[in-house]
């Protein structure tokens, strides 16, 4: 009983993770997943919803719960710390992701693993990277606010969590739609709400199979291209020079305090999920 209840927190952890990082540029909600263990499973629940749908249901319900608290409760806060204290927020989230990558490497090669593997995770974290300084350098377009444009938004949203790796957030913000939807969310706007939801939905729908698919085929492959992102999407939320610019003495040394909080939360969610999860 001991082990369910401290389960049934890790995941409600884990959710809110992977919920409020869904909502921070530069981070990818399915990554999150990968990185604390629970990708996979959550790909072959929606791809096969029928098949133990109570047992599954009942072990994704933490997750989902603390995902909606993610999302929805903390979506405001963290959009008003970017633009307060960024340097903050951002030390702290890649502490808690470093802080886990060792698990996801145990993940990766689960099933083995050859020289290749660790040349595509280098490949994919340099290349990813170049990609995403060039999106933040380049992209800024302004998109109409539309109900179409919000089934859009929900569809690019969802697909972060389906293709790991891909941070929504980013794109949002490159159209200038991220801080209407975190305003939507935190108020409850329905007619931002509804259609989001909708365009999520046929996310889910049209690509949870096909992403299910290819991880039965290249498991391994799948989760070091993973890790390359992560990578690289975790090293390109460091804070710019302007931003640590506008930090006092104690500011720092309480930016790096909650860098080193974020690490040791992060190794510690890693233990906890190899010594309550039976070995695969």
């Not at 159209?175 to 969310?185: K, Q």
Request: charge should be positive; charged fraction near 10%.
């Amino acid at each position: 009983m001991k082990n369910e209840l401290v389960q049934w927190i890790i995941r409600f952890i884990k959710g809110i993770f992977i919920g409020s990082g869904a909502i921070l540029p530069g981070v990818s909600g399915g990554a999150l997943a990968a990185v604390f263990g629970i990708y996979e499973e959550i790909i072959q629940f929606i791809s096969n919803i029928k098949k133990e749908f109570k047992s599954k249901l009942l072990f994704f319900l933490p997750v989902g719960l603390g995902g909606l608290f993610g999302i929805i409760v903390l979506a405001y806060p963290i959009e008003s710390l970017l633009r307060n204290h960024p340097v903050f927020i951002l030390l702290f989230f890649m502490g808690c992701i470093f802080g886990t990558v060792p698990l996801l490497y145990r993940k990766a090669k689960l099933h083995g693993q050859k020289k290749w593997h660790v040349y595509l995770t280098a490949f994919t974290a340099i290349l990813s990277f170049i990609l995403l300084v060039a999106a933040n350098t380049f992209l800024d377009v302004q998109v109409a606010q539309t109900p179409l444009t919000w089934i859009m938004v929900g569809f690019i949203f969802a697909s972060g969590f389906i293709v790991p790796g891909l941070s929504p957030s980013n794109f949002l913000i490159y159209m200038n739609l991220y801080e209407p939807l975190t305003r939507g969310i935190s108020q409850l706007d329905l007619t931002i709400l509804l259609p989001v939801g909708t365009g999520a939905l046929i996310c889910v729908v049209a690509l949870s199979k096909l992403v299910n698919h290819l991880m039965n085929l290249y498991y391994t492959t799948i989760f070091h291209f993973i890790l390359g992102i992560v990578i690289a999407s975790t090293v390109i939320i460091f804070p710019s020079q302007n931003q640590w610019s506008q930090l006092s003495l104690y500011g720092l040394f309480f930016s790096v305090a909650l860098f080193i909080i974020g690490l040791l939360l992060g190794l510690w969610m890693g233990r906890l999920e190899l010594k309550h999860k039976p070995e695969e």
